[in-house]
């Protein structure tokens, strides 16, 4: 009879652990990008990342600290800064403290300012900043703060590693940069400038123009001037909509030298280029899938596409981003300070499974990694894009780009 009660007690107080374990508060994390509009791909593509690599890294391996589970939720800032502060605060109000967001530099401008000023008047409910995709150098420079990590390479960094690449083909006497009419383009640009000026001064810039961002339907114009211009190679920061019209457009209008981009794969891009993007499409991103550098990058790439057949892994810094949260949450032993978070990202070393080691430096919060330059092409693929026959193979490499790079950042820590 004792034993039986001994039983009892025991099955009792596990019943009591488990329902206190399952009804853990999430830690929400919140996506504010496009998820509707001409960007609403690229949004909504980067979302099914966000919640694929929470649940595949974090929640389905006991989550974090006393079994808190991650929970990624969407708001659709239709790529628009006044909608995307109404939508951090939205956030904010619902209690969530940890904020993502990639596409649109601007809009990473007004939320890393907003940031600052909202954690700056309360104390008690400040946010962290996680940018995983915008890019510009300003916002780890001039801009910076603490609460913003940026979790992908600046254009600065970008430019740096794929003009190392560039310089080395000396048929390329004629370079032509075009890129869309805000700070991201703008910073694209300058620095397209600044390193071909310095690397191959006899390289002439033929062209260098910004259009409206998401408002041109026919990019035939523009191709016709590139064409016309006789330039060896084109540079832009183009993504979503934009890269693919400006892409097809001067392909379809003649042109046959590389096209050396930032954004130009997945989203529907692979599969729109297709044959006609090969020898032509290059790309300079963070991330290796073909050839998958270790095997825990191609089983997670095959569990995404059984979760997700239409879905590419296209931004695989997204996966960093919740492998670092998840060992900064657990090294801090909390999820509610945010500071102690922060500082815990901050000087971070991570082994990424795609085939590099990634250090958050501490001075601006700028993520060091490897830079690759990709050719879209059908020739060696493990993992195709848009499920088509097209991926981007790694052609080249440059180890922890800009590791010792510059920054004007000044790091006011609370």
């Known amino acids: 009879m004792k034993n039986i009660t001994k039983i ?5 107080l596990s019943l009591v652990i488990g329902a206190s374990a399952a ?3 999430n830690i929400k994390i919140a996506f504010i990008d496009p998820l509707s509009g001409p960007f609403a791909s690229t949004g909504t593509n980067g979302l099914h990342q966000f919640e694929f690599s929470a649940d595949y890294m974090v929640n389905q391996n006991g989550g974090v600290l006393d079994g808190q589970m991650f929970e990624v939720v969407g708001f659709d800032n239709k790529i628009s800064p006044k909608e995307s502060l109404i939508q951090l605060q939205v956030a904010i109000d619902q209690g969530i403290r940890f904020i993502a967001q990639g596409n649109s530099s601007g809009v990473a401008n007004a939320l890393t300012e907003a940031i600052d000023k909202h954690n700056k008047r309360n104390p008690d409910s400040r946010v962290l900043f996680l940018n995983y995709a915008a890019v510009d150098p300003a916002l780890t420079n001039d801009k910076c703060n603490f609460w913003h990590f940026r979790f992908d390479a600046n254009a600065d960094i970008k430019m740096d590693a794929l003009t190392d690449v560039m310089v080395q083909n000396e048929d390329m006497k004629k370079v032509y940069i075009i890129g869309q009419d805000y700070s991201f383009g703008k910073a694209v640009a300058a620095a397209a400038v600044a390193n071909l000026t310095a690397k191959r001064p006899d390289v002439e810039i033929v062209g260098n123009e910004l259009h409206p961002i998401g408002k041109v339907k026919d990019f035939t114009p523009y191709a016709r001037k590139i064409v016309a211009s006789g330039a060896d190679a084109v540079i832009t920061g183009n993504w ?3 890269m693919l019209g400006l892409g097809k457009s001067i392909i379809d209008n ?5 096209i050396y981009t930032y954004y130009a794969a997945g989203s529907g891009i692979t599969g729109a280029f297709g044959e006609s993007g090969k020898g032509v499409i290059r790309l300079i991103g963070e991330g290796q899938v073909n050839p ?3 095997p825990e990058a191609a089983a997670f790439y095959t569990a995404y596409k059984e979760k997700y057949p239409d879905g590419n892994v296209d931004q ?3 996966s960093n981003v919740i492998g670092m949260l998840a060992q900064a949450i657990n090294t801090a032993g909390t999820a509610d300070d945010v500071v102690a978070v922060a500082n815990a990202l901050e000087n971070m070393e991570f082994d990424s499974m795609w085939g590099s080691k990634l250090f958050m430096r501490p001075q601006d919060h700028q993520l060091i990694q490897d830079m690759h330059i990709q050719a879209h092409t059908n020739e060696g693929v493990t993992f195709t894009f848009d499920n088509s026959d097209y991926g981007m193979v790694v052609e080249s490499t440059v180890k922890m780009a800009s590791m010792d790079s510059p920054t004007t950042c000044e790091m006011k820590r609370p």
């Open 23 to 25: 009804f853990a508060e």
């Open 292 to 294: 998958p550098p270790t």
């Open 240 to 242: 979503g909509a934009d």
């Open 8 to 12: 009892g007690a025991v099955s009792a």
């Open 254 to 258: 003649g042109f046959t030298g590389p």
């Open 316 to 318: 695989t810094r997204i």
